[in-house]
């Protein structure tokens, strides 16, 4: 026999989770309300994926290594070197 | 002998027979561009992050006997570019005047993708989007970026965040929504300048 239908959440509240359910955070029931509403609701899924889109942007960075950067690890090994070798 | 070319980072935290300083080496500068790009976050200055980043390595080398093998070396090196940077400006930069309730914070989530529709997911596939967080990211006042930086680059959970801020757990969640709003705003705004947003409805 299948579990009785739970009152299913409506956009407010699944607006309101996004976040927390792209950074892990709701309870698994909160996570399958959500999930469930999300399969149905064309607006939240879109929503949803903005975002997941930014918040992997976000998590991502610019990654694009730098000359600056190269210049600034050699400089940094020099450090570490010279503070070794101190100690 | 272990092929440093060949391995990650955190599996070069191992017995191998080498100096502490080449061991350290090893397994920490692999890590320095993704520690600038969390200092340049911080200080929203390329001389100021790269003055911190100079300071998280020293740093770490002198607590390099506390670091325990198998754990995360980003997460630790971030954790004391973090520290490092907190104790170098004025504990009242720590604060904000007012704290918003978690109800504005989830107010504040349904905002933006709300009025800007598909145009905002449009938006974020014309734009440079890696430069325009950056940028973004260092307009944030400070607590914010704390907030992202902790819970979206080191990617602690809300709890650890909390304890690491030494802050009640709804203080980080609203902090968090709330960085999240004005970095979206601040983007959708760059796309605008660009003729990019509202247009690509």
Partial sequence: MSEPDKKPIDCGKALGRVWAYLDGELSAEEREEFEVHLARCWKCSRSHDFERRLLDAIRQGDTRTTAETEALTEQIRAAIRRHSSDS | ?201
């Avoid at chain 2, 020293?58 to 004391?80: C, E, K, Y």
């Fill in chain 2, 1 to 201: 002998m272990i092929q440093l070319a060949t391995c990650t980072p955190r599996a070069v935290v191992s017995d191998a027979p080498r100096s502490k300083t080449e061991d350290f080496e090893g397994a920490t500068l692999p890590w320095l561009p993704d520690v600038r790009r969390y200092a340049l976050r911080l200080t929203g200055d390329p001389a100021d992050a790269d003055d911190l980043v100079q300071m998280t390595f020293l740093n770490a080398l002198t607590g390099w006997h506390t670091f325990r093998p198998g754990s995360d070396v980003r997460r630790w090196l971030f954790a004391i570019c973090r520290n490092a940077f907190l104790r170098n400006r004025s504990r009242q930069a720590r604060t904000v005047a007012t704290e918003e309730s978690d109800l504005d914070a989830i107010a504040a989530a349904r905002a933006v993708f709300g009025e800007q529709g598909d145009g905002a997911l449009a938006a974020l596939d014309r734009i440079d989007l890696p430069e325009a967080i950056d940028a973004a990211i260092a307009k944030l006042p400070e607590v914010y970026r704390l907030a992202v930086l902790m819970v979206d680059v080191d990617g602690l959970s809300y709890d650890e965040a909390a304890r690491e801020a030494e802050v009640p757990i709804g203080t980080v969640r609203s902090r968090l929504y709330r960085a999240r709003r004005l970095l979206q705003e601040d983007l959708l705004r760059q796309a605008e300048d660009l003729g990019l947003a509202r247009g690509a409805e």
